[in-house]
């Protein structure tokens, strides 16, 4: 069964930075695409960033030059650097697997439990 746990949640003030991780069990990234989404009260569960199995990233247009997803393949760990952080990046931050589901998240396999991220004026 695949196990998804993310990390590295916290509370900034606007402009900072997190490191988001997201340690993966049972899923190889050969098996298809991994990414983050996040939902804040309210709201659906929206598409971060998502990176297939050759490493190809796909980016929301309100990140875009702010964050980056990466992928240590040795630990099977999967990263988000979020730079510039903005109050509306406030949400609860989920690591999600699948095939290839873009940032669909009704196309997502597997998830983990979610990392609260909270960012103040």
């Known amino acids: 069964q695949v196990q998804l746990v993310e990390s590295g949640g916290g509370s900034v003030q606007a402009g900072g930075s997190l490191r988001l991780s997201c340690a993966a069990s049972?899923?190889?990234?050969?098996?298809?695409?991994m990414g983050w989404f996040r939902q804040s009260p309210g709201n659906v569960r929206e598409g971060v960033a998502a990176?297939?199995?050759?490493?190809?990233?796909l980016y929301a247009d309100s990140v875009k030059g702010r964050f980056t997803i990466s992928r240590d393949n040795a630990g099977n760990i999967l990263y988000l650097e979020m730079n510039s952080l903005k109050p509306e990046d406030t949400a609860m931050y989920y690591c999600?697997?699948?095939?290839?589901?873009?940032?669909?998240?009704?196309?997502?396999?597997?998830w983990g439990q979610g990392t609260q991220v909270t960012v103040s004026s």
């Open positions: 049972e899923y190889t990234f050969s098996s298809g695409s």
């Open positions: 990176m297939d199995y050759v490493g190809t990233t």
């Open positions: 999600a697997a699948g095939g290839d589901f873009l940032l669909r998240a009704q196309s997502v396999a597997f």
